[in-house]
């Protein structure tokens, strides 16, 4: 993980010596000065370590995917559970090792959530539309999203935020991890709304913790606590195997359900060792889309709505994403920008576009890259790794569902509270910076959503300096983005007036 010096200043982490690589020629200085490993402060261990976290921490999309896009559409017809999670693991993969070959940083990206169910909502709610009309919508939202990182202004916005709301946007991320760890391992639960309590989440099931699985996820949490305090060398990563193959020796001896038949079980993948290993991906889902029959079933109007709303989500949700899960890494410059940033910013729009055109969804940079560069992740090395773990998962997908999400959980407790410290680092004594940090940080988990929370500090920010009289501090450039969430969140009201809700 990254230091943090006396001033409260991150660095870049440290290599101890005993990490050190030995001095080689050739091709490793070419290796190393292209990837800048040795400059970063890292080494190609570390950079293993580190695929092996993220990816045991973001596996479980290859498995959620497919659910997730399981509905049927306006024909009938629905996507195939097989071929979707074989190309979810293809196109994350893919577009991952290009993430660590051309731009150099350590984030792996797969099939966004938030994304995924939005446009399986529109399906399934839809009678008028299909699966390759609706990917055809993805698609087009990266093709424009695309353009607007070749022209420079997706850049220019991630410029334009205040140093401030980045860091809230750091801690945001954060939290957002966290709750995610917490809730995929029913440690925490929504409460269903038929309950009628005015508490939206309980500890459990009816506050109280039942089932093994809980028992897996409080024993790696406290272990890798354990491991972390006393700086032991892949922590992270340590925790998810332990925990992973105690979970393995309690299913043998319980016979635990998962959580689909029974509220205390496992939630989603059971840790049994399958019958087969290997499978062979079918990859028939890519290129079945259609980018501009939605336009015709839906009608223009309709079908723009719709494409605005996948552009600005997948737009905010990976500029938060990478500014967060760089500073976790320490890359960020004194300003609180990355370099090279404009190739992040393509690699995440050609993921968006390669989600579509695969019948995936819009693939985005993972949050859960955090584990990785918890263990040590600082370049593109590690992205490569990722990747090819990813493409190896089409593969091997049977395995790939034994660790269960109980496991992980841990590490993104603990990642969380990682990126959430640097909530110190704000400055409190500005109201015009504090109120829009404190609605980003906390709107992320609260409402399950990055971009929801970017928008809400955006718009406070604009708001609470014209209220100071401070207008002209305020960059051109955060204008339009204010504006653009305002239109984001008034979509539900704007698509009643116009008839096409």
Known sequence: MSNVNRTGKKNVATVPNSEQPAPKGGVWNSIDNYFEITARGSNVLREFRGALATFFAMAYIVVLNPLILSAPDGSGATLGIPQVAAVTAVVAGVVTIVMGAWAKYPFALAAGLGVNAFVSATVATTKNVTWPEIMGLVLLSGIIMFILVLSGL????????????????????????????????????????????????????????????????????????????????????????????????????????????????????????????FSVPDLSLIGKVDI?????????????????????????????????????????????????????????????MAGGFGSVSANEIFVESGAGIAEGARTGVSAIFTGCLLLLSAFVAPLVAVVPFEAVAPALVVVGYMMASQVRNIDWSDIGIAIPAFLTFILM????????????????????????????????????????????????????????S
């Open 154 to 277: 997706r850049e220019a916005v991630m410029v334009a935020v205040p140093k401030g709301l980045k860091t809230a946007i750091v801690v945001g991320i954060g939290l957002f991890i966290a709750i995610i760890g917490l809730v995929n391992a029913g440690f925490v639960r929504r409460i269903p709304d038929a309950s009628h309590t005015t508490v939206p989440l309980m500890l459990g099931i009816d506050g109280k913790l039942l089932g093994w699985p809980v028992l897996v996820f409080v024993l790696g949490l406290v272990l890798t606590i354990v491991l972390v305090v006393r700086k032991t060398k892949g922590a992270i990563l340590i925790g998810i195997v332990v925990s992973t193959l105690f979970a393995m020796g309690l299913q043998l001896l319980t016979n635990t359900p998962s959580s689909q038949t029974d509220p205390s079980g496992w939630s989603l993948m059971v840790p049994v060792l399958p019958t087969t290993i």
């Open 292 to 352: 501009f029959g939605a336009f015709v079933h839906l009608g223009f109007m309709s079908a723009l709505l719709l494409t605005f709303t996948i552009l600005l989500s997948v737009f905010f949700d990976a500029m938060g994403t990478m500014t967060g899960l760089a500073s976790e890494a320490g890359l960020l410059d004194e300003n609180g920008n990355m370099k090279n940033a404009s190739r992040v910013l393509l690699v995440d729009a050609a993921g968006s």
């Open 445 to 500: 988990p609260f409402t399950y959503s990055i971009a929801n929370g970017l928008g809400a500090g955006f718009i406070a920010y604009v708001i609470i300096r014209v209220a100071q009289g401070r207008a002209k501090e305020v960059h051109v450039l955060m204008w339009g983005v204010a504006v653009a969430f305002v239109i984001y969140f008034c979509m539900g009201p704007i698509q009643l007036l116009l008839g096409t």
